[in-house]
């Protein structure tokens, strides 16, 4: 059974850093491209980053290069994103994602709130 399970988000005041992670299990996971995505209170979802299975490659949208790092550890089948200088534009849920066969899978995102 394929599962994916963020966690590492919270509170954090703007200029601040947290590091996110999402433990995956049900697949072989060193093989696929894995993704984070986000979702900021009524908008629509949105990608963040992308790493690809061996983790030598690297993607990162516009707006949070330079200030979050995606990363993974293959032989802990888990997936971190290291989130610096938060805005209160980063406040969302963010999930891990990949697809298997096409169909995306996400977990069950965890909560970032970014304010003084």
């Known amino acids: 059974q394929v599962q994916l399970v963020e966690s590492g988000g919270g509170l954090v005041q703007p200029g601040g850093s947290l590091r996110l992670s999402c433990a995956a299990s049900g697949f072989r996971f060193g093989t696929y491209l894995m993704r984070w995505v986000r979702q900021a209170p009524g908008k629509g979802l949105e990608w963040v980053a992308s790493i690809n299975g061996g983790g030598s490659n690297t993607y990162y949208k516009s707006s949070v290069a330079g200030r979050f790092t995606i990363s993974r550890d293959n032989a802990k089948n888990t997936l971190y994103l290291q989130m610096n200088s938060l805005t209160p534009e980063d406040a969302a849920v963010y999930y891990c994602?990949?697809?298997?066969?096409?169909?995306?899978?996400r977990g069950q995102g965890t909560q970032v709130i970014v304010s003084s």
């Open positions: 994602s990949f697809e298997q066969n096409g169909v995306p899978t």
